[in-house]
Each structure stands twice: as structure tokens, then as C-alpha cells.
């Protein structure tokens, strides 16, 4: 369910793409240094939403750096670290850990067990520093996983366990601002959610798992889930302009108004395009 909250580069001037590749390097560097370089294989763009929305309105001082890497062994990348990117990181480590077990109790890949085996110690650090967090997690997916075996015909009821989740990664600290921060988090959560059931619905027909449209007994209906999203997305703008955010609102915009858009309709066409060579 992740991938989606990315942005559209193409839409980004020259020194907004360098801000944003240096807080996803920033990311990866500190997960490699919290926890171990083979972490970094759970790395996610997703999280980078999260680290600009959170260092935008607490503004934490931010340390420059550069370094080579694995993916970079030849030049130098510039990345940035703070205290909201050190959250960020763990927090990613966190859904890796998560999302990894669940490729493995879903597809059995090896890949995913061990990438699950890998990041075990370290999530266990990071739910001794966000306890809250890491429990939100861990109810929300069992939540999940509930709903998914009784087979719920009702996606708002996996959408909000879903929403729940992200909305408390959303809240670095309880203060004036958990309560938008929350709802701007479950908003996003609930769209990713229906998004991914959206993408996936031809291919869990196909392999017989849950998806809560399926489930519903409804047809595919790509106005109607258009509609669905744009309502989601719509709470979630709500609570984002409420927030007094200034530094790369331009970065953060491009990612909610465009980005989420192009990555949906790409894994959209996508998946249309992987159905319709299956059934050749």
C-alpha cells in the first residue's frame, strides 16, 4: 500500500528536486546509521511527505551533508538530517517491518522474510523511543488482518483502520497541532487504502484475495472510485491548508495535488495493462 505518496518531479524546478532528493537521502542515511545498510531496502518516497510536512511546521535545525552510497559509489549525494528526519526514518523502518511480514504471510517470499528477519531488532528500538506509534501500528494491522479474513463487505471500515495508523505517524508529539496533523494523516491513510483496492481490484479477483470493492459485491466502477478518492483527498487538503506551513509548501503541494494523482492513474493503466495480457 506504499508508492503513492510521491511527487511529480517533472512538475519541480531544479532546486526543488535537489530539496527533495536530499530529505529522501537524508532518510536513507539515517536509516542505514540507526539501524543497518540492508534496512535501507525498505526505503520509502512515502516518507518524505511526512519528514516535509513535519520539519515545515516545527522547524527543527537541519545539517547539510554529502556522501557516496551503494546506488551512488561514484559521486557524492547531498542529504540533509534533522531530528524530524531521524522520525522519519524510524517510522519507515517500522512499515518496512510490518509490510515486509505481511509480503511474507500473504506471497511467501523469501525476499520479504528476510528483509522482516533483518529489520527485527531494529523496530524493537524504534517502538522504545514512539511506543505510541508502534502500537498504532500493530493494532491497526491486526485490525486489518481481521477484516480481511472475515471478508468485511464495508472499505470504510479497512480505510479507517488504515487511516488510524498513518494518522498517528502523522502526530510526532501531542501538542496544538496532533489534532490536524491526525486528521490530515487519516485522510491520506484512507486514500492510499482505496487507491491500492482501486489498483488491485482485477488481480485479487484473480488470485481470490480480499479486496474491499470485491468484497462489496460492486462492479468496477472507475467514476465512482474517482469520486471516492476525490473526497478523501479532499479532507486531507482541508486539514493541510489549515496548517501554517511555509517552508516547501511548493515541494508539499506538487506532492498532494499532483503527485498522489500520477502515481494512481500510472499503477492504474498499469494494472489494466497486466490484466488485459493475462486474459489474452
Given at each position: 500500500?506504499?508508492?503513492?505518496?510521491t511527487?511529480?518531479?517533472?512538475?519541480?524546478?531544479?532546486?526543488?528536486?535537489?530539496?527533495?532528493r536530499?530529505v529522501?537521502?537524508?532518510?536513507?542515511?539515517?536509516?542505514?546509521?540507526?539501524?543497518?545498510?540492508?534496512?535501507?531496502?525498505?526505503?520509502?518516497?512515502?516518507?518524505?511527505?511526512?519528514?516535509?510536512?513535519?520539519?515545515?511546521?516545527?522547524?527543527?535545525?537541519?545539517q547539510?551533508?554529502?556522501?557516496?552510497?551503494?546506488?551512488?559509489?561514484?559521486?557524492?549525494?547531498?542529504?540533509?538530517d534533522?531530528?524530524?528526519?531521524?522520525?522519519?526514518?524510524?517510522?519507515?523502518?517500522?512499515?518496512?517491518?510490518?509490510?515486509?511480514q505481511?509480503?511474507?504471510?500473504?506471497?511467501?517470499?523469501?525476499?520479504?522474510l528476510?528483509?522482516?528477519?533483518?529489520l527485527?531488532?531494529?523496530?524493537?528500538?524504534?517502538?522504545?523511543?514512539?511506543?505510541?506509534?508502534?502500537?498504532?501500528?500493530?493494532?491497526?494491522?491486526?485490525?486489518?488482518?481481521?477484516?480481511?479474513?472475515?471478508?468485511?463487505?464495508?472499505p470504510?471500515?479497512p480505510?479507517?483502520?488504515?487511516?488510524?495508523?498513518?494518522?498517528?505517524?502523522?502526530?510526532?508529539?501531542?501538542?496544538?497541532?496532533?489534532?490536524?496533523l491526525?486528521?490530515l494523516?487519516?485522510?491520506?491513510?484512507?486514500?492510499?487504502?482505496?487507491?491500492?483496492?482501486?489498483?488491485?481490484?482485477?488481480k485479487?479477483?484473480?488470485?481470490?484475495?480480499?479486496?474491499?470493492?470485491?468484497?462489496?459485491?460492486?462492479?468496477?466502477?472507475?467514476?465512482?472510485?474517482?469520486?471516492?478518492?476525490?473526497?478523501?483527498?479532499?479532507?486531507?487538503?482541508?486539514?493541510?491548508?489549515?496548517?501554517?506551513?511555509?517552508?516547501?509548501?511548493?515541494?508539499?503541494?506538487?506532492?498532494?495535488?499532483?503527485?498522489?494523482?500520477?502515481?494512481?492513474r500510472?499503477?492504474?493503466?498499469?494494472g489494466?495493462?497486466?490484466?488485459?495480457?493475462?486474459?489474452?
Open positions: 500500500m506504499f508508492g503513492f505518496v511527487a511529480n518531479t517533472r512538475e519541480l524546478n531544479d532546486t526543488q528536486r535537489r530539496r527533495y536530499a529522501y537521502c537524508g532518510i536513507c542515511h539515517r536509516i542505514g546509521e540507526n539501524a543497518s545498510r540492508c534496512s535501507r531496502l525498505c526505503l520509502s518516497y512515502d516518507l518524505v511527505f511526512l519528514a516535509l510536512v513535519l520539519s515545515s511546521l516545527y522547524e527543527p535545525e537541519e547539510e551533508n554529502s556522501g557516496r552510497c551503494v546506488p551512488h559509489p561514484f559521486s557524492r549525494q547531498d542529504y540533509l534533522s531530528e524530524i528526519i531521524a522520525y522519519a526514518a524510524d517510522m519507515n523502518v517500522a512499515l518496512g517491518y510490518y509490510s515486509a505481511d509480503h511474507w504471510q500473504d506471497d511467501r517470499r523469501l525476499d520479504a528476510t528483509l522482516a528477519r533483518l527485527r531488532e531494529h523496530y524493537g528500538e524504534v517502538r522504545n523511543r514512539y511506543p505510541r506509534q508502534c502500537e498504532a501500528i500493530e493494532r491497526e494491522l491486526e485490525t486489518l488482518r481481521r477484516l480481511e479474513k472475515e471478508g468485511c463487505p464495508n470504510d471500515l480505510a479507517n483502520a488504515f487511516g488510524r495508523l498513518l494518522g498517528e505517524l502523522f502526530v510526532w508529539r501531542e501538542d496544538h497541532w496532533s489534532t490536524c491526525r486528521e494523516g487519516r485522510s491520506l491513510g484512507r486514500f492510499i487504502y482505496l487507491a491500492d483496492a482501486a489498483m488491485d481490484y482485477h485479487d479477483r484473480k488470485k481470490g484475495s480480499y479486496n474491499p470493492f470485491l468484497a462489496s459485491g460492486s462492479e468496477p466502477d472507475r467514476e465512482k472510485w474517482n469520486t471516492c478518492l476525490t473526497i478523501e483527498m479532499a479532507g486531507c487538503a482541508r486539514a493541510y491548508e489549515h496548517l501554517p506551513l511555509v517552508q516547501d509548501k511548493d515541494i508539499m503541494d506538487n506532492i498532494l495535488y499532483s503527485g498522489v494523482w500520477l502515481t494512481y500510472h499503477k492504474e493503466k498499469k489494466q495493462r497486466r490484466t488485459q495480457d493475462a486474459d489474452r
